[in-house]
């Protein structure tokens, strides 16, 4: 079992930047790929952005060139470095860690981004 927790999520202003953070209580380094989801209210959760055991990186089209992952395997970290923050960036981001025969869900970090 491995517990992710996000941190980093806030209100910022449209244009600003945030990085948030997914810390696991053991190693990603097992896990096919790490990801990054949103749900802002009434819509459904999307993949936004994921990360592969070799590095390869997979970005939703509408956060393509402005958000970046990354892995820190030593620090069983994943991160999303969010850049050119839109209103329609409003949601709750959730980090995600999918192994073949597992995945698993941290609780969540809100980033409000106002106009």
């Known amino acids: 079992q491995v517990q992710l927790v996000e941190s980093g999520g806030g209100l910022v202003q449209a244009g600003g930047s945030l990085r948030l953070s997914c810390g696991a209580s053991g190693s990603i380094s097992s896990f096919n790929r790490m990801g990054w989801y949103r749900q802002a209210p009434g819509k459904q959760r999307e993949l936004i952005a994921a990360?592969?055991?070799?590095?390869?990186?997979n970005y939703a089209d509408s956060v393509k060139g402005r958000f970046t992952i990354s892995r820190d395997n030593a620090k069983n970290t994943v991160y999303l470095q969010l850049n050119s923050l839109k209103p329609e960036d409003t949601a709750v981001y959730y980090c995600n860690a999918a192994g073949r025969y597992n995945n698993y869900w941290g609780q969540g970090t809100q980033v409000t981004v106002s106009s």
């Open positions: 990360i592969y055991t070799e590095g390869q990186t």
